[in-house]
């Protein structure tokens, strides 16, 4: 199993969305995915909760007590964590400490930019993160058209030397689809498959370069 840890101390940042993207799209190609929930205001057990049977399984775990973190369901290939808003201190080495991976969605504005900044700071001195045995990967979300919004967050990225994995920009698709419980992997119109493409060089960074959908490469 490969766990991968969805985090920022920012609010509003785009978590969740970016959880439930990332579980739809991998159980639709056929992984078993567990989605653990993280965060007290639940919200990716209730957009679980939603979702149809008809729609590509994806378990829900409730991971919003301390104590129930690193309980996670047998026989399954991805577990994807929604952490909490204002992650810190032991809560944030816990969630760590179950991770290969974290993705960190930040928007371009100067509260986000300066929030992950300070995030990534914190973090650093994590014994997990220190070693290098998690790979940190961020995340441009809720872009804007126009190229004001992309240079604002592109001097971040120079600053700290890492670029983004994607680019994801904004679309009212996102919350139209998740009132019923699902995300635009779960739908095959073009006008969903072109927004899907976005979220490609996440997906492949996660898979492995030369993996596309093979599971033996990571399991």
Wanted: charged share 25%.
């Amino acid at each position: 199993m490969k766990t991968i840890l969805i985090a920022n101390q920012k609010g509003g940042c785009g978590k969740t969305l970016t959880a439930i993207t990332l579980a739809s799209a991998l159980a639709n190609r056929g992984y078993k995915v567990a989605l653990a929930d993280a965060d007290t205001q639940k919200s990716s057990l209730k957009w679980l909760k939603m979702r149809s049977k008809d729609a590509a399984n994806i378990q829900a775990v409730d991971w919003r007590n301390e104590s129930s973190i690193g309980d996670a369901p047998a026989k399954v290939d991805w577990l994807i964590i929604d952490a909490p808003g204002a992650l810190s201190g032991e809560h944030a080495e816990h969630l760590i400490a179950e991770s290969d991976a974290m993705i960190v969605p930040l928007q371009a504005s100067f509260f986000d930019i300066d929030s992950t900044k300070r995030f990534l700071k914190n973090i650093d001195d994590i014994k997990r993160i220190r070693k290098g045995k998690v790979d940190i990967m961020l995340l441009a979300n809720r872009i804007k058209t126009g190229a004001n919004s992309k240079a604002q967050i592109q001097k971040f990225f120079d600053k700290v030397d890492q670029q983004p994995v994607a680019w994801i920009s904004e679309r009212t698709a996102y919350g139209q689809l998740a009132m019923d419980g699902l995300g635009v992997f779960d739908r095959t119109q073009k006008q969903f498959m072109l927004i899907q493409q976005q979220w490609e060089p996440l997906i492949r960074r996660l898979l492995g370069q030369n993996s596309a959908d093979k599971k033996e490469d990571w399991f």
